[in-house]
T-cell receptor, first 113, second 114 residues
Framework: DAKTTQPTSMDCAEGRAANLPCNHSTISGNEYVYWYRQIHSQGPQYIIHGLKNNETNEMASLIITEDRKSSTLILPHATLRDTAVYYCIVRVLLGGATNKLIFGTGTLLAVQP | DAGVTQSPTHLIKTRGQQVTLRCSPKSGHDTVSWYQQALGQGPQFIFQYYEEEERQRGNFPDRFSGHQFPNYSSELNVNALLLGDSALYLC?????????????FGEGSRLTVL
């Protein structure tokens, strides 16, 4: 699985959009981009994933550049409860799946009141 | 619909002892993976179980072993505990095939080795 690079930490004002970047310059054509977050002392929580098209769900939007070498997770209206470590992970999704995720150290997003 | 449940939530052991952690997957899931998370680090993959067999393994010694039962629940066993085994142990469940490939994590079992 390709490696990812994320900033160590970011701040965001409550109510504003939080944009979390991720670089994955060695991503292969069959690798998906997944985002998880981990609120302090809890298990990681799935947010969203995508292959090459932009994706949106009730939690967030995922913007993947055309060359797929980077992506941005967008939380449209950040709240204090969004303070967490956000992990960007790239992996192949296989039938009969490998469910191994390789976590980096992620981005600590601090939402400020 | 119960999510992933793990037990115990916290436990303290001494060096050399053995520990067993338990996990019940989300309803409908058939695959269980275990992760170790040291303080300040991201989770590291230990192994994955499907159809009561270990399917994949990360870079962990044989002291770490597991089991999956016919009802899909799983156990993680660690023998001859070392101080460095102190960590949050996370269980994740998923579907082996089909689905979107997302994993659902439990809240973890925090192991302290003294």
């Amino acid at each position: 699985d390709a490696k990812t690079t994320q900033p160590t930490s970011m701040d965001c004002a409550e109510g504003r959009a939080a944009n979390l970047p991720c670089n994955h310059s060695t991503i292969s054509g069959n690798e998906y981009v997944y985002w998880y977050r981990q609120i302090h002392s809890q298990g990681p929580q799935y947010i969203i994933h995508g292959l090459k098209n932009n994706e949106t769900n009730e939690m967030a939007s995922l913007i993947i550049t055309e060359d797929r070498k980077s992506s941005t997770l967008i939380l449209p209206h950040a709240t204090l409860r969004d303070t967490a470590v956000y992990y960007c992970i790239v992996r192949v999704l296989l039938g009969g799946a490998t469910n191994k995720l390789i976590f980096g150290t992620g981005t600590l997003l601090a939402v400020q009141p | 619909d119960a999510g992933v449940t793990q037990s115990p939530t916290h436990l303290i052991k001494t060096r050399g002892q053995q520990v067993t952690l338990r996990c019940s997957p989300k309803s409908g899931h058939d695959t269980v993976s275990w992760y170790q998370q040291a303080l300040g680090q991201g989770p590291q993959f230990i192994f994955q179980y499907y159809e009561e067999e270990e399917r994949q393994r990360g870079n962990f010694p044989d002291r770490f072993s597991g089991h999956q039962f016919p009802n899909y629940s799983s156990e993680l066993n660690v023998n001859a505990l070392l101080l460095g085994d102190s960590a949050l142990y996370l269980c994740a469940s998923s579907l082996f095939s089909g689905g979107s490939g997302e994993l659902f994590f439990g809240e973890g079992s925090r192991l302290t080795v003294l």
